[in-house]
């Protein structure tokens, strides 16, 4: 991006009828202490870096929210390399040169701002969030101690209160993870700690086999956090789902009933809202019967779905979580906050810190001279955590409730529109009747394909066609849509679109299947 | 902050001698998409909000820097609760009320970019690093699969190359973490997977007991690790140290074989390069002959220390390491990264998938059309991740080599100087003779307690002295610096001065002594 003068950006201001008198100037500070330094803040040079960098960074967020860049500007791993020139030499690097690496970094990475990133379950920036996020860095401190983070300890208590009275939880606490598969592990932790206190200092080995239950649409990260955790991954059983994708609760009944007949500990349950391909909702007022019946910690991952509770319209999908012991929910994905924003929630409050305390006295100091249950730093197994809650709260406060609502319903009316079409076009089928989420799948069938036998040799060559129109599409720059198989189903790959952006418009579900047509109709 | 006008910026440029034709000036852009929209960064509002902040982010920094600002403003938590007004309405936040909240966060919070901020073990903000966390959120993705994080990948890979070389690990290879506990945690996890592949499947429960080793002055995240992953906190042992904390290999070995004869699986030693309150620094030669005996993974918490390894002076401290399995390295502590900047290495290249590897179909398709090597989700536990590594790229790159160096060098020679002081100066006693790293810890004794008998009575009056003085700097705003007992050695409460800030100055170290002696001396 080259720099334009005064000059022009006056005529641009005029152009935008804005009052030149209502706008502030930019300003140089100066200090005297410390400017002559290279890497200080109040040298000049660094100044007009970072001021520099913020127009650069700006405008890349206007060019993608308005598709005016395209949405990838696709390398291969060996080309890229060459392009990025990523050495670091034994002398510094002038405040130019850092200044064109992180313009170097805008340009060759993707825009995930831009209304045509559905790659994702997340897209789409929100200023105000974006706003927290930069200010948390500047302050650049962790949440454990109100002493270095007071404003973040009460920011967080204030939010964590208001989401746990949202999913009906009266006397809930929670506390912000890094990532959904995190917090869905410390569901597993509370849950194993609840049915043997004694297993925080006595570790695994000294009980019956414990086992995990979710179904088989349900998110990768109970096998990973089941093996993390010591549970074994072969102890995760997963529950049969209907053909939309939700758990049948009575299997998980009898896989529980099982279980104990095995001599085994049902530990944990965990109910999905809104499942990773499908975007699948199991009814948890179900999950929950049999939960309540067998005494089994219910945990429900709603890291992709927690949105819909906001929305009047989609609350239902959630009907009965506040009978679940905790939930992961990702305000970075429905809702649009920054990556990373993941809450975890729990009913038990106290529970936390009482799986995790450890009282490490260089940190929690008893005689402090405040009142040391504001020290949080004990509700989790990190130490040190990263500030994610400014720029939620920045988020929300920004929109409102409403606003906040809204967003679930536009994500949830963009969806509908595309699969309104779909059902429409020629060439494309979808996975489902209808998606519970605003994740909609489908596979695209090109002119050779169509009305003809569809046996094992027709999927075969389906299943050809995402990835081709993948590579098309990305090295056109046009749009980013993932697609996978689903063995669970037995389906080949499909695409997948996944619909968060604020900024889309039924106009963009159009231009993606005017795209794959474009692109697959002859493949 | 009160905004100044244009006339007002260009005075305090001449005063400076700053070249105006050399500056570029701000730009409001234009677009006509969405530019109707509240939350568009299209629309003028929102970029002037965000011009706004940007100059109140770094005017802060500034003051921060140059000690213009109080490094706290100190509020006991009901009184900042009311100062705060974090309620969120129904209804949308301007923009200005945005703009307004997060300067009254900036004002509320503390200044960890101040040199007078030793209380944590990071301190101070280097600018090329604050562009690249910022270019991070425009940037908003996951570090787990090349097609969304090119660029992150390709720079993850180089560093993770570059640090592991450093810790002499030829094959080695690493990944950014959520911090150092995770990071130690990954160690952990993969010690135990090397003893028997079968446990990530079949869980804890199938084996002899594993047992952990750490010296008594190691992190407690041994322990939070220990119970999170199913070892159990009791199959943790703690090894006695030496004078100045550094564990008693003979010892080690001794408890080793205990394990062993008990029927126990000695399972993973964690050494220590840094410990957490007196910055002692295992003996890694001594510890690797040991674990290479017995054939136990040796890990190295290096989590504040690493920093050392950068510097021909102080490296041999780190003598060692690449006899190691594995090295937790928080570049945000000695380096100034900013937080989180946690790096796990590990010498067995490919372990980390080993343990790790889930291949989620919806994320990580082997039919893409680039080699999928670079879709490096499955190194980890985590599915999203944060990407932390543009930000160590820009600060390491800003420095270069050498200048990472002199960071390590300018925190030791300022600590030495501290202690240098404090040994020359009355009411001042060092808990340590000597200190390997720059945490400096010390007693103040006020004048009615010198030239007393130190029997019980006295220490117990010595222990109430540090957090008074504490309660009144804190008070004052003019520094922070954090105190603890140590149990472990049997210390009362004493001062913990850490010296990270590449703004600190001896001037500082005087600063500090001075301001204790004036609350403390009458206490």
């Known amino acids: 991006m080259k720099s334009i003068g005064t000059s022009l950006a006056r005529a641009a201001l005029r152009k935008l009828k804005i009052d030149l008198a209502k706008i502030s100037q930019p300003r140089l500070f100066s200090s005297m202490a410390s400017k002559d330094r290279e890497d200080a803040f109040s040298n000049p ?3 007009q870096m970072l001021l520099n960098l913020h127009h650069s960074m700006v405008k ?7 598709k005016e860049l395209p949405v990838c500007n696709f390398k291969q791993p060996e080309e890229l390399l060459k ?20 313009k170097s970094v805008m340009d060759y990475s993707i825009k995930t701002a831009s209304p045509r990133f559905m790659n994702q379950l997340y897209s789409g920036i929100n200023p105000s969030c974006l706003a927290g996020s930069w200010v948390t860095e500047v302050l650049n401190t962790n949440l454990h101690t109100y002493e270095v983070a007071p404003v973040f300890v009460m920011m967080e208590k204030y939010m964590m209160r208001k989401l746990s009275k949202l999913v009906g939880y009266d006397n809930g606490d929670g506390v912000l993870c890094p990532g959904g598969s995190f917090a869905n ?3 597993m932790h509370l849950a194993r700690v609840q049915i043997d206190p004694d297993i925080k200092s006595k570790g695994m080995g000294n009980n019956k086999k414990m086992v995990l239950f979710a179904s088989s649409e349900a998110h990768y990260s109970i096998a990973k956090g089941a093996s993390f955790l010591g549970f074994g991954e072969s102890n995760v059983v997963r529950v049969e789902t209907d053909k939309i994708g939700m758990m049948k609760p009575d299997v998980l009944d009898q896989k529980i009933q099982e279980c104990i007949q095995q001599g085994s500990i049902p530990a944990f349950v965990m109910a999905t809202t809104g499942s990773t391909v499908l975007g699948s909702c199991d009814d948890l007022n179900a999950v929950a019967d049999v939960c309540e019946k067998h005494g089994v910690w219910m945990h429900v991952d709603a890291a992709w779905g927690g949105g819909v509770i906001l929305s009047e319209k989609y609350k239902h999908l959630m009907n009965g979580v506040h ?3 905790s939930v992961a929910w990702n305000i970075h994905k429905m809702s649009t906050g920054l990556v990373q924003c993941s809450i975890f929630l729990t009913k038990s409050s106290g529970m936390m810190e009482e799986c995790n305390r450890f009282n490490a006295e260089y940190l929690f ?3 402090k001279h405040y009142d040391v249950s504001y020290d949080i730093g004990d509700k989790t197994v990190q130490c040190g955590r990263k500030v994610d809650i400014l720029k939620l709260w920045t988020l929300w406060k920004s929109r409102g409730d409403n606003g906040m609502a809204k967003q679930t319903d536009n994500a949830f009316e963009n969806a509908k529109y595309l699969v309104d079409q779909i059902k429409k076009r020629e060439g494309f089928r979808l996975v489902l009747p209808e998606f519970q989420c605003p994740n909609i799948c489908f596979w695209y069938i090109p002119s050779r394909l169509r009305n003809k036998e569809e046996n094992a040799d027709w999927w075969k060559e389906v299943s050809k066609i995402a990835p081709q129109i993948k590579r098309k599409i990305m090295e056109d720059g046009s749009m980013m849509i993932g697609y996978n198989p689903l063995t669970t189903k037995g389906y080949v790959n499909f695409f997948r679109v996944i619909i968060t952006n604020p900024m889309t418009t039924p106009q963009d579900m159009d231009f993606i299947l005017d795209e794959m047509d474009r692109i697959g109709h002859a493949l």
């Open 45 to 47: 040079d660094v100044q």
């Open 60 to 66: 890349t967020l206007i060019d993608s929210e308005t």
């Open 83 to 102: 392009a990025l020139d990523l050495e670091i030499e034994k002398e510094p690097a002038s405040n130019d040169t850092i200044l064109d690496a992180c």
């Open 185 to 187: 592990m410390l569901g």
């Open 323 to 325: 009978r679940s012991n």
């Open 365 to 367: 100091q008893p005689d």
